[in-house]
């Protein structure tokens, strides 16, 4: 694995978060004990209590989602035939060249087809012309619906995006990024949500390339979190979600409306406040799915992370306060994308500082022991458990094809480590965001991906 200046930085940066986020508050919190002793044990059951809160939050989802929100016609239904649909394909050249081809012979060759047939847009930039293009020039002859589309000038997804949407005929838009591999039914299954009065639907993505390393096994799993229970549960409980940047299906006069803004890290979550805001509906299918590849390095993965964290904090900057004034949005709607916005920022920075409070406690008594008493017993084994009884409802309610029992059970053990890990990548993010940098960088594929 090559280090590069950026690498390093990223280093230093993590450096600057531990001085600022446990260095620090540890030294104040011990000074502070000098003063008034009890300041210790306050702050660690008020930082424990936000643990609580959070474990909360997933053993709500989790239940829920044990019963499936399965398709209900309402009476809403018009009855309109499948239409048209355009799928656009998201690529960057040459760092999605192993896996496009793949991609769009799944669409061409394998998905069901409406009576009006498909189109499907490829759109790409690239700094210079690839041995690729010749080669999707050849398929284009073979397949008239299949179109190219060099976003010349672009600088990243959205910018490809709005580019192809100038382009579409189709009644229903279909996003997917380079890699993802789609359901042969996943139009029908889409399009009965957007017949019957829904906006925006967006499926499940599993992980295909568990497989290749450590790293990647672990995103497997924890997207199955992910999509079986956190998405399908803000649709159960909420009647929203939001749109995860690919295997989406949209209306397609709502996304030209909507459209992406190429300043946003996260173009999906930022179009999806958008849409709420506007008073559209979005809906999560589990059993529309669609395979994607995982990072299957540490680098990779951290850089990902980082982005992602990064566009969920400018979403929070700019649209917290817009949801709660929002019309469209119904009181429990807004508390949902309070946790989502807001809150998810607070709770990261509040849960890490339970480590200073903790070390702070160990330079105070000049040893090292818990702080235990009945109630932070009841809240470590109430909040370890969290995890682990997610990872088994999720295991529950995957769809087909699964991965074995041994790497769940894996991961339930080890998702604490995976949860820190995220939670230092986004609060690198938000001091990147602070700070002014907001270069968006794609993830990396490796060379031997196919």
């Not at 672990?218 to 295997?247: D, M, P, Q, R, W």
Request: hydrophobic share 45%; charged share 20%; aromatic share 14%.
């Amino acid at each position: 694995m090559n280090i590069t200046r950026r690498d390093v930085n990223e280093c230093f940066k993590i450096f600057e978060i531990l001085l600022i986020i446990i260095v620090i508050p540890t030294l104040v919190f011990f000074l502070l004990a000098q003063r008034w002793p009890t300041v210790l044990n306050i702050s660690y059951t008020f930082l424990v209590t936000i643990l609580v809160f959070q474990a909360s939050l997933t053993y709500l989802q989790t239940t829920i989602v044990l019963k499936r929100k399965r398709f209900k016609e309402l009476s809403t239904a018009e009855h309109i035939p499948l239409p048209k649909t355009t799928f656009i394909v998201v690529a960057y050249l040459p760092n999605e060249v192993s896996v496009i081809e793949t991609t769009l012979l799944n669409i061409l060759q394998n998905v069901q087809r409406p009576k009006d047939g498909i189109e499907v847009i490829l759109v790409y930039n690239t700094p210079h012309l690839e041995e690729l293009e010749l080669k999707l020039r050849e398929l284009a002859l073979k397949w008239p619906e299949l179109i190219l589309a060099n976003a010349y000038g672009s600088h990243g997804k959205s910018e490809n995006l709005n580019y192809a949407l100038d382009m579409v005929s189709g009644k229903m838009i279909v996003l997917l990024d380079a890699d993802h591999m789609v359901a042969s039914d996943c139009l029908q299954r889409a399009w009965r949500w957007l017949d019957e009065g829904y906006d925006i639907v967006q499926g499940t993505c599993k992980i295909r390339n568990g497989k290749e390393s450590l790293i990647s096994r672990v995103v497997e799993i924890e997207f199955e979190t992910i999509y079986i229970i956190h998405h399908a549960a803000k649709s159960i409980l909420f009647n929203s979600t939001l749109f995860g940047g690919s295997n989406g299906y949209w209306k397609s006069d709502v996304i030209k409306k909507i459209k992406f803004d190429k300043e946003m890290l996260t173009e999906d979550i930022d179009s999806t406040i958008r849409a709420l805001l506007g008073g559209y509906h979005i809906v999560h299918d589990r059993s529309i799915v669609s395979q994607e590849k995982a990072p299957t390095t540490i680098k990779n993965l951290w850089y990902q992370r980082k982005r992602w964290s990064q566009g969920w904090f400018q979403c929070s900057l700019k649209y917290q306060i817009a949801t709660w004034k929002n019309k469209y949005l119904n009181f429990p709607q807004k508390f949902l994308w309070t946790t989502l916005l807001s809150w998810r920022v607070t709770y990261d920075i509040l849960s890490t500082l339970i480590f200073p409070v903790l070390f702070a406690f160990w330079l105070y008594r000049a040893k090292v022991e818990l702080p235990l008493n009945g109630y932070i017993i009841f809240a470590l084994i109430y909040t370890l458990f969290s995890g682990p009884y997610q990872v088994i409802a999720s295991y529950k309610n995957t769809s087909i094809p699964r991965t074995s029992a041994f790497w769940y059970i894996n991961y339930a053990i080890f998702v604490w480590p995976h949860t820190i890990f995220k939670s230092m990548a986004h609060l690198v993010a938000i001091r990147d965001e602070i700070m002014g940098d907001k270069k968006w960088i794609a993830t990396t594929r490796e060379k031997n991906e196919n």
